[in-house]
């Protein structure tokens, strides 16, 4: 049921346009115009500052709506109460000083970010918005989960973005972020070795920003959630994702070094190689920060090798921003990846953008991209060749006597082996590469298969 909008303007024409656009921004997260405050889920104050007076009025206007805000509030409902225009510019600190209950004060240069503003609100109060965003799995889910068998477990341990990527809808959809405290993570990674699992991949849709809080008050970070899994005995190996490149931090840098169980393989999304264009997706990262962390990683961890995802064709990216993707691409280097055209999510900030890119452009720059991106997988998966690495093997081939695994670097390995050896690590020699799997013999020296 669309919730009721109810927007009061003073003053001149130009605030009689912003509240036309303030509702457009609003519309698509399902608040319809209303034309009393009576009932409203949120009324906006468009204000005007052209004389003492005219602010004054403003205040008592508010004092007014307070009672009727308690009224709703005192009944199980929510008004969300918002002051814009110029005594919002001029005034700002006076009006939450003044008027604590309002929820928000915003300026007109921020229009564009109110569906995040109210997400924030809402959340405040215990609330999630109650949005309809079509759901595009490809995009809003969490990683999907690959052919989990009994050896290759996944354990969600945070859900929920704080981020507010102005593309993204998961900080609407699934709200606030939430990490599960510590105990019960390690209590069912337990749980999992104890039925098979050789190897756990910790989830989260910022899984790095990860703060579970322990029954003793203590605050853990991922590393030391890390650290705590790793102790697992019959555990092998340890995965993490997704990350968000401005969270990772010195300790879980330090955790790749020391923790030999943990896996030479991240996924740490980019999204553009320009700085413009981040800032645009309200992306808390520069280029020149990424490329920093992902040198410390190096440092710390030699072998680790990255994947991450990319969208091309946000809105206003020039061809220039663009070639700065590919030169990012060229500089780092990728062993996997996944790329996107910008797809506009009604109710996001980025939807109502200037500078939207036609379809032919965006089509383009994503073969180009994904051209970059597939040399740079298959030149490391022929890197491989002549290698021994340790696969877990977790499935059944195509082909009878055939088994798949992943090697430490998440590379799809194809091996010849008795289906006795499903669910261990064998060491297999690499004998030959495609961009998306290995073929392999086995080297032995592996695990056995029963105890
Ligand atoms: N358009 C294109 N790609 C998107 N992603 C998320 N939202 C959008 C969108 N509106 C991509 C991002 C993210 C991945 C899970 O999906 O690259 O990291
Ligand atoms: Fe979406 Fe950004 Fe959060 Fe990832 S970090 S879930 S892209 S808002």
Redesign the pocket.
């Known amino acids: 049921m669309a919730k009721k909008l109810h927007i009061k303007t003073y003053g001149c024409q130009m605030n009689v346009y912003d509240s036309e656009r303030i509702a457009e921004v609003l519309g698509p997260i399902g608040f319809e115009l209303s034309d009393t405050p009576d009932d409203a889920d949120m009324v906006i104050l468009n204000t005007c500052h052209i004389r003492e007076r005219a602010a004054e009025k403003v205040f008592s206007e508010l004092g007014r709506l307070r009672g009727k805000k308690a009224e709703k509030e005192s009944g199980g409902g929510r008004m969300i109460l918002g002051v814009t225009g110029c005594v919002a510019q001029a005034q700002g600190e006076e009006v939450t000083r003044r008027a604590p209950y309002v929820d928000m004060v915003f300026g007109p240069q921020t229009y564009h970010r109110l569906p995040e503003m109210v997400a924030r609100a809402a959340r405040e109060h215990g609330h999630v918005l109650d949005i309809d965003f079509p759901e595009?799995s490809?995009?809003?889910s969490l990683p999907p989960a690959r052919n989990v068998s009994g050896a290759a477990a996944f354990l969600a341990v945070q859900e929920g973005c704080d981020k507010f990527?102005t593309?993204?809808?998961?900080p609407y959809t699934r709200g606030a972020e939430y990490s599960r405290p510590p105990e019960g993570v390690v209590a069912e990674a337990r749980i999992l070795v104890d039925a098979g699992a050789k190897e756990i991949t910790l989830l989260g849709q910022n899984v790095n920003a990860y703060h579970g809080e322990a029954a003793d008050g203590s605050e853990w970070n991922l590393a030391r959630l890390i650290r705590d899994v790793a102790e697992i005995d019959g555990l092998e190996r340890i995965r993490y994702t997704?990350s968000y490149p401005a969270e990772i931090n010195d300790d879980l840098i330090t955790a790749h070094a020391e923790v030999a169980k943990l896996m030479p393989y991240l996924h740490l999304?980019i999204?553009s190689g320009s700085d413009a264009v981040l800032n645009a997706m309200n992306r808390q990262h520069t280029v020149d920060a990424f490329k920093d962390v992902v040198q410390k990683l190096r440092a710390a961890r030699p072998d680790l090798s990255l994947s991450s995802?990319?969208?091309v064709g946000f809105p206003g990216e020039t061809d220039a921003d663009f070639e700065a993707t590919l030169k990012l691409v060229e500089d780092v280097t990728f062993i996997q990846a996944?790329?996107?055209?910008?797809?506009?999510?009604p109710g996001?900030p980025?939807a109502l953008m200037d500078g939207q890119i036609p379809e032919a452009v965006k089509a383009e720059r994503l073969a180009r991209l994904q051209a970059l991106l597939d040399t740079q997988s298959l030149d490391f998966n022929l890197r491989a060749v002549g290698q021994v690495l340790p696969v877990l093997l977790d499935r059944t081939g195509k082909h009878t006597g055939q088994l798949i695994g992943r090697s430490p670097y998440m590379q799809a390995v194809v091996v010849d082996a008795p289906e006795a050896l499903l669910h261990t690590i064998q060491n297999v020699t690499i004998t030959q590469a495609g961009p998306n799997s290995l073929m392999g013999e086995l080297a032995g020296g592996g695990q056995r298969a029963c105890a």
């Open positions: 595009d490809k995009f809003d990527c593309y993204c809808v998961v997704t999304p999204q995802d990319f969208i996944y790329s996107f055209k910008y797809s506009s999510r996001t980025a």
